[in-house]
């Protein structure tokens, strides 16, 4: 089963930032958390990962609280190319399987 | 670029058939996997391989098998389509060495079985 809790569903205002949340309470200590998503008609696509630290890059930034029970993505100016489904993966530790929930579908409107 | 490619994207079969989806990569990857994606539950892992002629189980392995004889290419196979197979089925590679390296999508292949 999936580790993680999110919204199943957002809008955001094109230009504005996407906050997208992510509850994953039973996170172990050696577990990071990763970011997927898909647009419609495509595979899933990488976006970023963590594991205690706040992490940046090209496309987004990765929020983990102290207790790492929860974190948020943020997509600092979102276009309407960013409408896609989001996923939120605690990665399981010593494999490469990635658990998928459902995701976010995040939509982004002119 | 990273790519990778599935033989189809999209394929209608009759229940009973053997299936092959195939999954090629291009970027020297030791790790394949195949999953399957349903509304409501998001992605499933199938089966996944770490080198060649090696795979292991993921959590809904009934129904499929899979073949990897060659680094770049694996195979999923059904080898009697039913109607709770329809379904849309997604390859990734991943190289070792990092288990936190990630994993590359293709485009997915959206079987229908009738």
């Known amino acids: 089963d999936a580790k993680t809790t999110q919204p199943p569903s957002m809008d955001c205002a094109e230009g504005r930032a996407a906050n997208l949340p992510c509850n994953h309470s039973?996170?172990?200590?050696?577990?990071?958390v990763y970011w997927y998503r898909q647009i419609h008609s495509q595979g899933p696509q990488y976006i970023i990962h963590?594991?205690?630290n706040n992490e940046t890059n090209e496309m987004a930034s990765l929020i983990i609280t102290e207790d790492r029970k929860s974190s948020t993505l943020i997509l600092p100016h979102a276009t309407l190319r960013d409408t896609a489904v989001y996923y939120c993966?605690?990665?399981?530790?010593?494999?490469?399987?990635?658990?998928f929930g459902t995701g976010t579908r995040l939509q982004v409107f002119p | 670029d990273v790519k990778v490619t599935q033989s189809s994207r999209y394929l209608v079969k009759r229940t009973g058939e053997k299936v092959f989806l195939e999954c090629v990569q291009d970027?020297?990857?030791?790790?394949m996997f195949w999953y399957r994606q349903d509304p409501g539950l998001g992605l499933r892992l199938i089966y996944f391989s770490y080198d060649v002629k090696m795979k292991e189980k993921g959590d809904i392995p009934e129904g499929y098998s899979v073949s990897r004889e060659k680094k770049e290419r694996f195979s999923l196979i059904l080898e009697s389509a039913s109607t709770n197979q329809t379904s849309m089925y997604l390859c990734a590679s991943a190289s070792s060495g990092s288990l936190m390296n990630e994993q590359f999508f293709g485009p997915g292949t959206r079987l229908t079985v009738l």
């Open positions: 993966i605690v990665r399981e530790y010593n494999t490469d399987k990635l658990i």
């Open positions: 970027m020297d990857h030791e790790n």
């Open positions: 039973t996170i172990s200590g050696n577990e990071y």
């Open positions: 963590g594991l205690k």
